[in-house]
Nanobody
Framework: QVQLQESGPGLVKPSQTLALTCTVS??????????WNWIRQPPGKGLEWMGG???????AVNPSLKSRTSISRDASKNQFTLQLSSVTPEDTAVYYC?????????????????????WGQGTQVTVSS
């Protein structure tokens, strides 16, 4: 069974770059069948898909975050990473990594937990000076 674990700083200052890593065990991120995604949930709000990476495919990013978001993967470590630049307090959220069979098709509609088959436990990130 695949397990995902997020890691990174819990506190980031405004204007800095947030960097998170998702470590995957029990399965390889170098398979073409699955995409590996970043999703966040701000306090009191719904889930927001940020982007995903999939072996053999172009990385997909939420258009509203595209100018600030970078997603990469390291197959040798079985990890994928998120970088979000120029953060503001509105980027405060619980950040999740998640696995999905196939690429997530962003429509702007609600994101459901059932859209992804495996989730990390999530990591709280607070943007504050």
């Amino acid at each position: 069974q695949v397990q995902l674990q997020e890691s990174g700083p819990g506190l980031v200052k405004p204007s800095q770059t947030l960097a998170l890593t998702c470590t995957v065990s029990g399965g390889s991120i170098a398979t073409v069948s699955y995409s590996w995604n970043w999703i966040r949930q701000p306090p009191g709000k719904g889930l927001e898909w940020m982007g995903g990476t999939r072996h053999g495919f172009t990385t997909a990013v939420n258009p509203s975050l595209k100018s600030r978001t970078s997603i990469s993967r390291d197959a040798s470590k079985n990890q994928f990473t998120l970088q979000l630049s120029s953060v503001t307090p509105e980027d405060t959220a619980v950040y999740y990594c998640a696995k999905r069979r196939s690429t997530y098709s962003y429509t702007g509609g609600p994101v459901l937990r059932t859209d992804f088959e495996s989730w990390g436990q999530g990591t709280q990130v607070t943007v504050s000076s």
